[in-house]
């Protein structure tokens, strides 16, 4: 069962930083209209198109955001098998004796004198 549940966090903490960034590398809404006006990037081809890259990047974005919620909910399935005690975390703890401080009187004498 350990094994599992390693592999489940290894599983999720890759998806989560690819999907940090994924989500680090895509554009915008609002930079669409900033090219609109004259701004954007030059009309070169690029490796998946004019609007292939984002269907690229939000389809893989939506493919980690699941394996991320998959593993996490079986973690939480293979995590709720632990054995839980139904009293207290200090019940193995053996009791101490505390031992009242000897009193010891002041070298001045100063405790003898009575107050007003």
Do not use: C, W, Y
Not at 86 to 114: F, K, N, R, W, Y
């Amino acid at each position: 069962m350990s094994f599992l549940n390693t592999l489940l966090l290894v599983l999720q903490i890759l998806s989560a930083i690819a999907m940090i960034g994924l989500i680090l590398v895509q554009h915008g809404k609002g930079a669409d209209a900033g090219a609109a006006f004259g701004s954007g990037g030059s009309g070169s081809a690029s490796l998946f198109g004019a609007s292939g890259s984002a269907n690229f990047l939000s389809r893989t974005t939506a493919v980690l955001a699941t394996v991320f919620l998959v593993s996490t909910l079986l973690m939480a399935a293979t995590g709720g098998n632990r054995k839980v005690s139904s009293g207290s975390v200090l019940e193995g703890v053996a009791p101490t004796q505390v031992q009242d401080a000897p009193v010891v009187p002041s070298p001045t004498g100063a405790d003898q004198i009575p107050a007003k």
